[in-house]
């Protein structure tokens, strides 16, 4: 649980002087004037952008599946050393 906690206010503190772009979704520094990500692109740079985004955040996904499943595979494991003691 506090693990959790310290995770959601690391994101937090991360997140405090970014903002999100209007344009790409990603986030950069408030202190810069334009977006790192997508400031230099045309409309046909975005598209490619926006679709190797759309790729990473499934395979980010995919990447979280695979730990619930170890976790959950983790507690199996506990309860049966538990019940064989
Ligand atoms: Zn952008």
Redesign the pocket.
């Known amino acids: 649980m506090s693990f959790g906690l310290g995770w959601k206010a690391w994101q937090l503190s991360r997140h405090k002087n970014q903002q999100q772009?209007?344009?790409?979704?990603?986030r950069?520094e408030r202190t810069l004037a334009?977006?790192?990500?997508?400031?230099e692109?045309d409309s046909q740079g975005?598209a490619e952008?926006k679709a190797r985004i759309e790729l990473d955040h499934r395979a980010n996904t995919r990447l979280g599946k695979s730990f619930i499943f170890l976790a959950v595979l983790i507690v199996i494991a506990l309860v049966l050393l538990n019940s064989q003691a």
Do not use: E
């Open positions: 772009c209007p344009r790409c979704s990603l950069y334009k977006c790192p990500h997508c400031g692109l975005l952008l």
